[in-house]
């Protein structure tokens, strides 16, 4: 019996250690968010900005905007769609008025939002009209506001 106690004993620190090393590894991570409900959204950003003036300033011509703050950075978006073909044409359409734009995919999970969104899509997939693309963008973007911010 005295035989196997010093190997027992060392299995048994070295996993103990081993498992805490690895768990210390997956609070470091960033979490992701993770729903069945979960889809990918395509954000029409216009810009990033330094400071919050800076973005106020560059952004009065737009009625709608969203913005994230990641990295001491203030990113503005001007449209967001579950479809990728609606977020070419988003872009198509602020470009047609002089606005580069950049496209970006995130996770969301916020299930009232995408069904309201998704019968926005719809609206939009059937028109080329420009003004009518500005207002279901506005529109979008205010659901936005109330229903995820």
Known sequence: MKKYLL???VSLILGIGMA???IKQYEEMPSLAVSSEAETLYYIQRGVYSDMDNMKNNMKE???????VEDNQYYTYIGITSNKENALKIQNYYKSIGYDT????KITDNKNFISILKQYDELLSKTDDNESIKVICNQVLAKYEE???
């Open 147 to 149: 229903l995820v911010k």
């Open 102 to 105: 950049f496209l970006k995919d």
């Open 62 to 68: 737009f009625t709608h905007y969203i913005y994230n």
């Open 20 to 22: 805490y090393f690895i």
């Open 7 to 9: 190997p027992v004993s």
